[in-house]
């Protein structure tokens, strides 16, 4: 069974930074897809950034560009958001997700989610 457990989220003021964790753990093949996705209140789920292990590319939705990096520890099997320069319009519930399938990128179909953790950036 696949479990995902997000943490690192929590308030901060705009331009901090927070570095969010997904550990991940049950997965049958060193090939997948794993990324990061948030939920706004009253907007819908977006895909903010993910990677697909069979090549190593990475995928980030244009607000984030330049100022997020998603990185990979394999030998933790955990999965870090670090997220430079937040704004305000960054706060959201976070969730990790994955699936066996490579190169989902930021579609929302994956069929593993973790719970969310809540990341708040005051102005």
């Known amino acids: 069974e696949v479990q995902l457990q997000a943490s690192g989220g929590g308030l901060v003021q705009a331009g901090g930074s927070l570095r969010l964790s997904c550990a991940a753990s049950?997965?049958?093949?060193?090939?997948?897809?794993i990324g990061w996705f948030r939920q706004a209140p009253g907007k819908e789920r977006e895909g903010v950034s993910s990677?697909?292990?069979?090549?190593?590319?990475?995928y980030y939705t244009d607000s984030v560009k330049g100022r997020f990096t998603l990185s990979v520890d394999n030998a933790k099997n955990t999965v870090y958001l670090q997220m430079n320069g937040l704004k305000p319009e960054d706060t959201a519930v976070y969730y990790c997700?994955?699936?066996?399938?490579?190169?989902?990128?930021?579609?929302?179909?994956?069929?593993?989610w973790g719970q969310g953790t809540l990341v708040t950036v005051s102005s």
């Open positions: 049950g997965f049958t093949s060193d090939e997948y897809s």
């Open positions: 990677i697909s292990t069979s090549d190593g590319t990475t």
């Open positions: 997700a994955a699936d066996p399938r490579a190169g989902l990128g930021l579609l929302l179909r994956y069929e593993h």
